[in-house]
């Protein structure tokens, strides 16, 4: 047996399933809704509170080593724009589901060496380190285009995903997992009506991230090299890209490769992106940061959004209100790095009053407020980030290296792919 082969066994690690749901439940759990109940009836407080610590730990070892199928998975919907008809789909799993998808999540992270062209969901690579990195670029290279891949998820191939999985350092029991979980069963929530799903992958759970990432890396590679022939940086956010252009013209060649690399993939651009700018005289808008002649800004759209979608998962269940405001903390401090303090506050202001918030009851549900206690008072070995550049010093990312990220580069969760 490969040393380095994930099975089933390594997956199912009494250490690794008792650091997450034992005794000290790992601080992930508190960042969902903790009443939503699932497709099974079980919230998170309540699986966390009906079972005891040795209970749970069983449960998920037992899931995993027993091949257990994997639960529906319920879907709720928010919007992308206020009052947008373009809806985010979001597919909440089952608790018990949940924690194998953690423990998933945890070896397929680090599984594959991607380039530095995907900036997403990367150990060691933040967001505001990113966009800081981007305006850096744009000093040398003003000519830009944002890129969106239409439908993306839900227009994956699943030939594609397997074979993707199939290169992946694990067993055969191990990819059939994933294997299976991309063709698992969905539902809508509200309806209860079950969807007919012929490819794409579920959509905001915390492997959906990784897997984009690898779905894409052969995209990454084929156009980063071509790019960087003709001296055009290449940046990709999940499902977000971004070219850096020093002219016009390249950009435009840029932009070309880029479309019909993605075509190769079955993938398209969508419809009004890709449009080239001089961010000299017209700013250009990315991860909801806009870059232009004024420097660097939340735009009012991109505040009008945020607001739309925290209100929509507060609406859904996906967030409660003690993880909307652990939400605006965490916008925040990602803003006050790239704008500093004094305009992120009012940016963060902006978005809590388009919100209508629910009046936190003093004495919460006695299951809920004791898991947000355990999981506050642990941060998972694996889960630790590094400090964050202070505000205003970009690191300049100019080449479309097919390296790993740098050790000080890095990215937190985003709303494009936030899992729930």
Known sequence: MNPDQMTLQRLASWPAVNDLVGKRPDRR??????????????????????????????????????????????????????????LR??????????????????????THVLTRIAVGFRRGVQMHHTVLNAYAAMRKRPFVAVIDIAGFFDSIDWHLVDRIIRRLPADQDVQDLLGRLVRVEVVERLSGARMERRQGIPQGLSVSPVLANLVLDEFDRGAGHALSRLGVGLR??????????????????????????????GLTVKQGTGNLVDTREQA????????GPDGLAVPEAAIEAKAARLQAKLDQGVLDAKGVEDSLMSLDQHYRRIIGPERSQAVVLSIKGDLALPVVPHVRKEGAERLRQLAGERHHRGHMYPRALPYGKPDDVDANSAQGPQEDLGIERSEQCQHA
């Open 284 to 291: 250009a808008v990315w991860l909801g940061v806009s870059f």
């Open 89 to 110: 789909a979001i597919d909440m799993p089952t608790v018990l589901d949940q924690a194998v998808l953690y423990l998933l999540h945890d070896w397929s992270h680090a």
């Open 236 to 265: 990709r956010y999940c499902d977000d890209i971004i070219v850096i252009s020093p002219s016009m013209a390249a950009g435009a060649k840029a932009v070309v490769i880029v479309r019909d690399r993605l075509e190769r993939l």
């Open 29 to 86: 759990w508190g960042r969902a809704s903790l009443t939503t109940r699932r497709s099974d009836g079980d919230s998170i407080a309540s699986w966390f509170e009906h079972y005891t610590a040795e209970g749970r730990v069983r449960q998920v070892r037992e899931a995993i080593l027993d091949r257990k199928p994997w639960s529906q998975l319920m879907r709720v919907y928010i919007p992308k724009k206020p009052g947008s008809s373009d």
